[in-house]
């Protein structure tokens, strides 16, 4: 393996479940080393069952999964101990406190020295907030206090990858306010994250890197600017003489042009064919009176509309 291997990759990564359902189909993707990465679809999408291939937990109908390059689940039990994971639904015994759920995580681990296990509890504690919590019974934890219990396990060990199943499911907003910081963290020391997620905004404030699924198919790869510049921006101008600013912003190449009563709108070229700025001044020459000027960065939420032709909150 070679330092330039990227932390996953996957090709063609296709996972039929029996009863004929195609939950992921021809996946390939790409997870740079060092990448915040962000698995963004829908419920339904695939994006669990695409993190179990990943991590050996069920076999690949067709293809191919390598993480840190070694070909899942064949080198799983050389591969695993590098990767720090948090799949769906983090059972812990209810009838032990989270400090011992996270000793007995520790103890499944073959490598670990029992001699530093304390210590290494109390770090992954302390790492996702749970310090104050850690000695009462797991049954008494809420689904968010449960779901830093799963990452505080992930984060036993110095780990490579993190691959992290939809982190902030069942958090308040507080509570993934520090799982994103956690995230970030994780990231500046070196670690690759893969999460999961849903959620659009949260993956547009944390991650480097986005993969949109729909219905098992990856729609697009890239990092979040690439992908949220990939779509155009938007004009607004509001003027006295919309008659003439429509002329002349047509004349610059702006199209899907409307009014509204003195607000002319439209969508912008691309960023390298046109300077807004000599828009304006076009607009100015012409003898447009300006009262405002502005444009509109697109977010990623306007990327996926504009992909998949629909707003992403699509439940499942
Ligand atoms: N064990 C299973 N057996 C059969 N179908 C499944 C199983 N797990 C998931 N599915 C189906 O596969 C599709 C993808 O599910 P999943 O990977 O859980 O998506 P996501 O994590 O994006 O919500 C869904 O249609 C789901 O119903
Ligand atoms: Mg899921």
């Known amino acids: 393996m070679t330092a330039e291997e990227p932390a996953i990759a996957t090709q063609a990564l296709t996972k039929r479940y029996r009863g004929g359902r195609l939950a992921v189909d021809r996946l390939d993707l790409l997870v740079p080393r060092g990448s915040v990465f962000g ?3 829908p419920n339904g999408s695939g994006k669990t069952t695409t993190i179990r291939m990943l991590m050996g937990l069920i076999e690949p109908t067709s293809g191919v999964a390598r993480v840190l390059g070694e070909e899942m689940p064949r080198s799983g039990r050389r591969v695993l101990s590098r990767v720090g994971a948090l799949i769906e639904g983090p059972a812990p015994y209810g009838f032990l406190s989270g400090r011992d759920n996270l000793a007995r995580y520790d103890a499944a681990d073959p490598t670990a020295d029992p001699r530093t296990r304390a210590a290494r509890v109390a770090a992954a504690l302390d790492r996702v907030g749970l310090t104050a919590a850690a000695g009462k019974k797991a049954r008494a934890y809420s689904l968010g206090m449960k779901q830093r219990l799963g990452l505080a396990a992930a984060l036993l060990r110095p780990r490579e990858l993190l691959v992290l199943d939809e982190p902030t499911n069942g958090l308040d907003p507080q509570g993934m306010r520090e799982i994103r910081a956690l995230v970030r963290d994780l990231a500046a020391g070196g670690t690759t994250v893969f999460l999961s997620s849903h959620l659009l905004d949260e993956i547009e404030q944390v991650c480097t890197h986005v993969a949109v699924m729909a219905q098992g198919r990856l729609l697009v790869q890239g990092t979040v600017t690439e992908l949220a510049s990939s779509v155009r921006a938007r004009l607004g101008v509001t003027t006295p003489d919309t008659a003439d600013a429509v002329r002349i912003l047509k004349e610059h190449g702006v199209t899907d042009l409307a009014v509204r009563d003195d607000r002319v709108s439209g969508e912008l070229p691309p960023a390298a064919l046109v300077d807004p700025a000599d828009l304006n001044a076009a607009l100015v020459r012409a003898g447009v009176r300006v009262r405002a000027f502005g444009t509109e960065r697109a977010s990623l ?14 439940a499942g």
């Open 39 to 41: 698995f963004l679809g």
């Open 301 to 314: 939420e306007d990327a996926f509309v504009a992909l998949t032709g629909e707003g992403f909150d699509v």
